[in-house]
């Protein structure tokens, strides 16, 4: 698997995986109480800091999408 994820996308990936792991367990808020966005937005946010982390995106690779420069 190569890499087809850049350092912007990388660190836009992993910081919105950190706020959306916040939202879901630390935030507080109503819209977060109820088990559909809670576990919605851990789980979307794990996924985002495990693409930010390996740097390979699947869908970028079903799409053909490609943001580093190697």
Do not use: E, Q, W
Request: with cysteine; aromatic share 10%.
């Amino acid at each position: 698997m190569t890499a087809n994820v850049g350092t912007l996308d990388r660190t836009l990936r992993a910081i919105l995986g950190l706020v959306l792991l916040y939202l879901a367990f630390a935030s507080g808020l109503p819209l977060f109480d109820g088990a559909l966005f809670k576990y919605g937005a851990a789980v979307i946010g794990i996924v985002m800091l495990v693409v930010a982390t390996v740097r390979v995106c699947p869908l970028y690779s079903i799409f053909g999408i490609k943001t580093c420069r190697v």
